[in-house]
């Protein structure tokens, strides 16, 4: 009947990870608190994603165009013509959500790996583009933002704003539950899975991956924003090819489809390099292989569900398995 | 303008062959390969590699460098997309494993190999070209009809041999195939080796003009997808016209523009044409591209 | 299940002499139908008479047909199949299409999609209306699997079920779009006899809620049974229509069949 299902072990998690973030707001230590606060703008993407793909099942690799609008719109609007950053943001967002209505359409029209293509493309170019061009500042980017303030308070203290990110996080979240249970996440499901026949049963296919894409862009943009406006600075890194493919590992890490999962792999993908940072010369080496071992051994994801699990022996091509009497 | 119009063909070339890549193992597994580009690293790395720490002779050294390649390619396919393929693990999962093992290569190159870029000797000692008042290095002719001359020999093995006729089978149908008697699974592994031994060569022989370092393959590999995509995806005609015109484009755009802007030339010119004609420019798509 | 009032309006679905042809293959040649709200309409006829490739053209699924099929003043020919399901015009197909990773209910849910009135935004707010609304949709839904005998079967995921349920929640989930014409294609393949008459109960329930109904299939005495009006195809052409009794008789239709026992042809 729902298509989020929260399961026990999910709500646990959740539970844990609230009470780690109000530790770490009342007296945790300045990496803590920025881990949590990226984390929890990270999570705010890949839950976008886990609608787009996990919902609607469209692999758009293009949710860092819309964190750079988000992020590039804070900048510039604030630093370059004094804009109130909450206006900025919304301005941005604003920008985001048209840019999605427009590509939006002929885009989504693309089958499978053309759609993976066009955003891979669109990404890609997005940030080459603020790496070239002199109105982002090109690869100096943009410094200077001025911090978020509501009345007196103002969001430079890192731990208010490990609080607004995880509100935005959490809200993003709530979104996710309420649409997926919904009889809009049904058909999101439905279109994904037989497109042919959800459009024989009435459903408008074309509309429906069309909000899927808009409510992905407004929480990408939003997340962008929130993201320039903790660190105070944009550049073209923040959006290049890493970026684009951690966004797919931290969805995929956590599993898709499952409620927790973004935050776990958002988790995984930030945590694990600063944890691995010990190996130094081969740090880079055990990530990844690491991130190989959990796409072998758990490849629906640490959180996902799999009709069918990730035993070990099936890693073994079969000539293999036959050489030690499996009959495969 | 001769030389721009040499460096722009030969880059073209390697272009071509890593969309040529990229075609073969989709139609054969429909799998995309993002680690494509990285095996003309490898090739080009490891040649330099036998020839600097080795005996060898330099056309062995070659060999033995695409070998190299081709045994990474051996690698992926057993290893890592063969176990996701049999579980048929969604796309997105297996293009994920294919990135991280792409990423995986470039860093044991640069732990093994060092950070400095690296070049080879030409194929023809002192073969240069005067036109003119131009001087072009000739190991971009050698790129040039090397590379021709290996598309013409992969379309005929397509076209005439039974293991070409099996890997058509297999890109047509992959169950009406196994019906046949041929295995995915092995056309697989043969697609993915011959791939990449592909890019390897492509590797060797774009080394001696311009330069090879450990992350050369991520280059190659999008400007590679990209000439695919812009030729015909999974053709191997849109490959070869796909490649040139994005190799030309680029050394046009570097030497006018700036190369700064080479990759949002590039990928407009991509998204222009998933707009207006996602079956790309030769038109012969290989599947719908529409839903 | 029910309507508001089944309308008297003289909706009709109507197919005009339509040709098509495949390559060089003729599929359907000059060939006529007429369904009205309300009635039962069988079409039958050897393999490649070309009854699949009505459904196809009338549902929109098949295109470059030239004559005309239109409902309700609409021309189907020019519109695409879910255009087409939103004029109220909903099919089954011949091969079960469960929508796998849903359960059954879900997946008769979905049916009702077009029902919902909620928008995102009655959704994201969970609105008194939002939640009303879906209440009594899984309401409705588990009625109808309750009729068909799939309860049971609700929380399963839909491409686990077996072959005869299968063909019931095909049927369920294009009835549950309350359409106004009804075309199923080759329901009772694989069904047994009990099955069957379970079958024939729904299509006359469907009839008395003024739904018209075209019957494809190959179980002549069933079509026979609860048809109205009978369309025999053979060779893309129509070789006869009418009332069941007459088609009976037409000896058009005996020399089709030539080779099947007569007992084959008795109405059920």
Redesign the interface.
């Given at each position: 009947m729902k298509q989020a299902k929260v399961r026990p072990i999910e709500i646990a998690v959740l539970l844990l990870i609230a009470l780690i973030c109000l530790a770490a707001a009342l007296g945790g230590s300045r990496l803590a608190i920025y881990n949590l606060t990226i984390i929890a703008l990270y999570a705010t993407v890949v839950i976008s994603l886990n609608i787009l793909?996990g919902f609607a099942g469209q692999?758009s690799f293009a949710q860092t165009t819309f964190m750079a609008i988000g992020g590039y719109g804070l900048a510039i609007l604030a630093t370059r013509y004094g804009i109130n950053p909450w206006l900025a943001i919304a301005v941005a967002l604003a920008l985001s959500i048209l840019l999605a209505l427009v590509i939006g359409k002929?885009?989504l029209?693309?089958?499978?790996?053309?759609l993976?293509?066009?955003t891979?493309?669109?990404a890609?170019?997005t940030a080459?583009?603020a790496?070239?061009s002199s109105f982002t500042n090109?690869g100096w980017g943009i410094t200077g933002i001025p911090s978020l303030t509501i009345g007196d308070l103002s969001f430079r203290n890192p731990a208010a704003f490990l609080i607004l990110a995880w509100s935005l996080c959490g809200l993003s979240l709530l979104a996710y539950h309420l649409l997926g249970n919904s009889h809009i996440g049904r058909a999101w499901r439905a279109l994904s899975t037989r497109?042919d026949i959800s459009a024989t049963l009435g459903i408008d296919v074309g509309h429906y991956k069309l909000m899927a894409l808009l409510i992905a862009a407004a929480m990408a943009s939003l997340a962008g924003s929130f993201y320039v406006a903790f660190t105070r600075f944009v550049g073209p890194d923040l959006y290049d090819?890493s970026v684009v493919?951690n966004l797919?590992?931290m969805l995929?890490v956590g599993g898709?489809r499952s409620t927790v999962g973004p935050i776990v792999g958002a988790s995984f993908i930030i945590l694990v390099p600063q944890a691995v940072a010990g190996f130094e010369?081969?740090q880079?080496?055990a990530f990844?292989?690491l991130?190989?071992v959990v796409?072998?051994v758990r490849?629906a994801g640490l959180f996902g569900r799999a009709r069918?699990g990730?035993a070990l022996e099936?890693?073994m091509?079969?000539w293999l398995a036959r050489l030690q009497g499996d009959p495969r | 303008m001769l030389l721009i119009l040499a460096i722009g063909l030969a880059t073209g070339c390697v272009y071509a062959l890593v969309a040529v890549g990229y075609s073969l193992e989709?139609r054969t597994t429909g799998v995309?390969n993002f680690s494509e580009g990285n095996y003309v690293m490898v090739g080009g790395f490891s040649t330099y590699w036998f020839l600097r720490y080795t005996q060898l002779p330099y056309p062995l050294a070659i060999l033995a460098g695409i070998l190299v390649a081709t045994l990474c390619g051996i690698v992926l396919w057993?290893?890592?997309v063969?176990?996701?393929w049999?579980?048929r693990?969604?796309?997105?999962?297996v293009?994920?494993?294919t990135?991280?093992?792409g990423?995986?290569l470039s860093?044991?190159a640069l732990?093994l190999l060092g950070p400095m870029p690296q070049t080879l000797p030409a194929w023809l000692p002192g073969f240069v070209i005067h036109l003119g008042d131009s001087r072009i290095d000739g190991q971009y002719l050698v790129v040039i009809v090397v590379t021709l001359l290996l598309m013409v020999l992969i379309g005929l093995v397509l076209q005439y041999t039974s293991l070409g006729r099996s890997m058509r089978a297999c890109a047509a149908s992959r169950d009406t195939s196994e019906l046949l008697g041929i295995s995915p699974?092995r056309m697989g592994l043969i697609s993915f080796a011959a791939t990449a031994a592909i890019s390897g060569l492509a590797g060797a022989l774009i080394t001696p003009a311009q330069f090879t370092s450990s992350d050369v393959g991520?280059s190659y590999g999008?400007f590679g997808?990209?000439a695919a995509?812009l030729g015909g995806?999974g053709t191997m005609r849109g490959a070869l016209v796909g490649g040139l015109l994005l190799g030309l484009v680029n050394v046009l755009v570097a030497r006018y523009i700036?190369s700064?802007?080479?990759?949002?030339i590039a990928?407009?010119m991509?998204?222009l044409l998933?707009?207006v004609r996602?079956q790309g420019i030769t038109g012969k798509h290989w599947?719908?591209?529409?839903? | 299940m029910s309507n508001a009032c089944p309308s008297p309006s003289p909706e009709r679905l109507e197919v005009v002499e339509i040709t098509k042809r495949f390559g060089g293959v003729t599929a359907i040649s000059s060939a006529s139908l007429t369904l009205s709200r309300g009635s039962i309409h069988g079409l039958i006829g050897p393999n490649g008479a070309g009854k699949s490739t009505m459904i196809g053209a009338i549902s929109g699924f098949i295109k470059g047909i030239s004559g005309a099929i239109s409902f309700a003043g609409h021309d189907l020919a020019k519109l695409e199949p879910a255009a087409i399901a939103r004029l109220g015009l909903s099919r089954t197909f011949q091969q079960a299409t469960p929508i796998a990773g849903l359960t059954t209910l879900e997946n008769v849910m979905v049916g009702m999609h077009i029902h919902h009135r909620a928008g995102m935004g009655s959704v994201l707010f969970r609105t008194p209306f939002m939640r009303r609304e879906a209440r009594e949709m899984e309401a409705a839904a588990r009625l109808v699997l309750e009729e068909l005998g799939l309860a049971g079967e609700a929380d399963t995921d839909a491409a686990d079920l077996p072959f005869g349920k299968l063909r019931f929640l095909e049927i369920a989930r294009a009835a549950v779009m309350r359409p106004r014409i009804l075309l199923l294609d080759e329901p009772a393949a694989g069904l047994n006899q009990i099955e069957t008459e379970r079958l024939a109960h729904l299509v006359r329930e469907q009839r008395r809620q003024g739904v018209g109904i075209l019957v494809v299939d190959h179980d002549v005495p069933f079509v026979f049974g609860v048809s109205d009006q009978v369309t025999v195809m053979n060779f893309g052409s129509v070789i006869a229509s009418g009332k069941p009794d007459e088609v009976y008789r037409n000896a058009a239709v005996r020399e089709a069949y030539l080779g099947a026992q007569d007992h084959e042809m008795e109405p059920v």
């Open positions: 793909l692999a002929p885009l029209r693309l089958r499978g790996h053309y993976s293509m066009g891979v493309a669109l890609l170019g080459s583009f790496n070239a090109g497109q090819i493919i797919m590992f995929f898709l010369r081969y880079n080496l990844f292989a991130l190989l796409i072998l490849p069918g990730g099936r890693l091509p079969g | 989709y995309v057993t290893f890592i063969l176990p996701l049999r579980r693990s969604p796309p997105y999962v293009l994920l494993g990135i991280v093992f990423a995986i860093i044991l732990l699974e991520l999008v997808f990209v995509v995806f700036s700064n802007y080479q990759a949002v990928f407009a991509l998204l998933l707009a996602p599947e719908e591209a529409e839903a | -």
